[in-house]
């Protein structure tokens, strides 16, 4: 986990120039995450700088939103203008939120490259309340075109860490064998397909 640190702490102050390519898919995903955070208590995991929860935090009662990188918080907390919006550095792997506290958690763009996913997934069970919702938007490199698998070339070579590829349809299965029902997905068109999850707990 170290060197993926390292990886988003050198890389947090392009992070916003790197995204701003997809900006169309995001403004789709922000459309559909307001009316599921209105007036929740939410969890925003692996936030880098804070580009989902800035968006959306008017909707929301309140964000806790953390990533595993100072540098990333850092850049975060820089222009939040939000009092509902608390930036931290937290492990996703060990959380300290007591059991059931978020009405909603999300986790985007980030089950795909942190190892073992299915841990990550394991603490979001267990800090989201019974009725409560994961927002789980994904890319799902292995659905790429010819030049999405030549720029996913490019960015491991820059030392980008991908730890899962998997289609639209293994990443939904992977969240099902994982204790979840997925209630709603969507795959928005990105650099890479970017797969919308809407998410519901079930028994693992």
């Known amino acids: ?4 640190k390292n990886f988003w702490d050198k890389n947090a102050g392009r992070y916003d120039r790197f995204m701003r390519k997809d900006r169309a898919a995001y403004d789709e995903m922000y459309a559909l995450i307001r009316p599921v955070v209105k007036g929740k208590t939410v969890l925003e995991l692996a936030t880098g700088t804070g580009l989902v929860a800035k968006n ?17 918080i850092a850049e975060a907390k820089r222009d939040n ?21 978020f009405d909603v958690v999300i986790v985007s763009n980030a089950l795909h490259i942190v190892p073992q996913p299915e841990k990550a997934l394991a603490e979001i069970h267990r800090v989201l309340k019974d009725d409560g919702v994961l927002i ?23 030392g980008f860490p991908l ?3 998997w289609t639209s349809e293994e990443y939904l299965r992977f969240l099902r064998q994982n204790g979840w ?17 809407e998410c519901e707990k079930t028994e693992v």
């Open 163 to 165: 730890n899962s590829k």
């Open 81 to 101: 203008q939000s009092a509902k919006l608390h930036f931290s550095v937290q492990d996703m792997f060990r959380l300290p939120y007591a059991d059931k506290s």
């Open 136 to 158: 789980a938007p994904t890319f799902t490199h292995a659905g790429n075109s010819f030049s999405g698998k030549v720029r996913a070339f490019f960015m491991k070579l820059a």
């Open 181 to 197: 029902a997925v209630r709603k997905s969507v795959v928005l068109k990105a650099s890479f397909p970017l797969t919308y999850a």
């Open 1 to 4: 986990m170290q060197e993926h």
């Open 56 to 72: 959306i935090v008017n909707a929301a009662a309140h964000i806790e939103a953390t990533d595993a990188s100072v540098e990333m």
